[in-house]
């Protein structure tokens, strides 16, 4: 690794590895305002952008860029304030949906991917690629679903109390920047199958201090679920159109053990994309890759094989 080309960020998470399965030198866009966000981008041909949520990191995407990078293009950003990206205060950065679909404007403008995008999401990761997709629905051509929403919260299914805790009141903040809770958390109880502890050490890495916890509070805190909420409007037009990627391949790949993106968010895409190919399993939780990737990465590799564009 190069360490002479990382950001003090990326050096300072850097150091506390080498995390397992994650071998690669980040790279370094700088937005206009001088933050700087790392990315991956690993490998040629078609590109396929792997978007991370709350509260991980790129490393989530480790074993399909693994899986992929031989004949596939992985660009795979942190976002600000999250993984190896710059890790700013309130004051610096505004940690809205907005801004952070900008990001990814200006990261992939950039990069200057072409046409033919695969776009793969998770967790808030599906509103930040949707979110993108509302300005560039041309260019995405494939999509790889994983436990995430591009939609509002579904009538039927209500905000679990560890998101209403951290989105609505102080207390929630403190557990989340003071003690960790929600990332911490999501490493015990997003899997069904026991991280590693190497493993779980470096999902927690970036977040290893109130400072740097921020944006894994102020996302739960951006959660829309009304008219009036600052995000409330995009997610509900990327939902309107979601249907409108119906005509495009996808692949859906799910963990039912998943206490936030359950099967009322899984029936949302079904009934929008009812061509979709579909990998459920019964036995996997929120981070599905974490405990399916054996499988579920070759179930990918083939779906993108066979839907060349």
């Not at 679920?225 to 990327?238: F, M, Y």
């Not at 190919?277 to 590799?301: C, N, T």
Request: hydrophobic letters at 40%.
């Amino acid at each position: 690794m190069n360490t002479a080309a990382l950001t003090p960020e990326q050096s300072r998470v850097l150091a506390k590895g080498p995390f397992p399965d994650y071998p690669w030198t980040p790279k370094t866009f700088v937005h206009p305002s001088g933050l700087s966000q790392s990315y991956l981008d690993e490998g040629e041909g078609d590109p396929v952008v792997m978007l991370h949520g709350n509260p991980s990191w790129s490393y989530y995407w480790r074993h399909l860029v693994r899986g992929l990078q031989d004949d596939y293009r992985c660009i795979v950003p942190d976002h600000i304030g999250m993984g190896l990206s710059d890790k700013p205060d309130d004051k610096a950065y505004g940690y809205t949906l907005r801004n952070r679909v900008q990001d990814l404007d200006r990261l992939l403008d950039m990069l200057d991917l072409g046409d033919d995008i695969t776009l793969a999401v998770h967790d808030w990761g599906g509103m930040v690629g949707f979110g993108w997709a509302l300005k560039h629905a041309s260019r995405v051509k494939r999509l790889i679903i994983l436990n995430t929403a591009a939609f509002p919260l579904p009538a039927a299914k209500a905000l679990p109390w560890q998101l209403n805790l951290g989105r609505n009141w102080m207390l929630g903040e403190w557990l989340i920047r003071g003690a960790n809770a929600f990332a911490a958390g999501a490493a015990r109880d997003g899997v069904v199958r026991p991280l590693d502890p190497d493993v779980k050490a470096a999902l927690l890495a970036p977040y290893d201090s109130w400072a740097n916890r921020i944006s894994t509070v102020r996302f739960v805190q951006d959660i829309p679920l009304q008219h009036g909420d600052r995000a409330w409007d995009l997610v509900e037009d990327a939902g309107r159109r979601l249907p409108a990627f119906a005509d495009r391949p996808a692949f859906i790949g799910w963990g039912l053990k998943d206490f936030v993106f359950d099967h009322h968010f899984l029936k949302g895409f079904e009934d929008a994309l009812p061509r979709a190919e579909k990998q459920i399993y019964e036995d996997a939780g929120h981070y599905v890759l974490e405990d399916k990737h054996e499988v579920l990465v070759p179930r990918i590799r083939d779906f993108l094989d066979r839907n060349l564009l």
